[in-house]
């Protein structure tokens, strides 16, 4: 049994909601996400190839097929110390992601309090349009 920290049951419960229980996956490695097509050697420095193989997204959200299309991670906010190290993973992995044509979203603390919120006119659905950029997916799509 998976155990989830609350405010990751909370995003898993909206995902679910927005695109489907069985197309939600938790824990996914960067690398079976990928199908196995690990980072070239020109892509990163040989010290990043081996922990972007073994990087474990939040939740990786799969098209009709079951082809992963989405992934999305909790990321620091500004209030919070920022890890250097940690940034410059996520960034990695995101480029790596996207190179193969999926994409990556880091949602805040502060974005997914204004989600929470009843009187807050901001949802996932919005966050999502605002942080994939104009044309390279359609959410409908997902």
């Not at 420095?45 to 799969?62: G, N, P, Q, R």
């Not at 989405?70 to 190290?85: A, E, H, M, Q, S």
């Not at 960034?91 to 990556?104: D, M, P, Q, T, V």
Request: aromatic share 12%; glycine share 4%.
């Amino acid at each position: 049994m998976v155990t989830l920290e609350l405010h990751e049951a909370q995003l898993f419960r909206l995902l679910c909601t927005c695109f489907g229980n069985d197309r939600v996956i938790y824990g996914m490695s960067a690398s079976a996400i990928c199908d196995g097509d690990f980072p070239l050697e020109d892509e990163f420095e040989e010290d990043e190839t081996s922990w972007v193989a073994e990087y474990k997204c939040l939740f990786a959200i799969t098209d009709e097929a079951f082809k992963p299309k989405l992934v999305v991670d909790f990321v620091p906010g500004f209030t919070n110390l920022i890890d250097v190290i940690q940034v410059n993973k996520r960034n990695a992995a995101k480029s790596f992601l996207n190179a193969r044509g999926i994409h990556y979203i880091g949602i805040t603390e502060d974005e997914f309090s204004k989600m929470k919120n009843p009187d807050s006119n901001f949802d996932l659905y919005s966050l999502l349009e605002l942080k994939v950029q104009t044309g390279d997916i359609a959410l409908e799509e997902i």
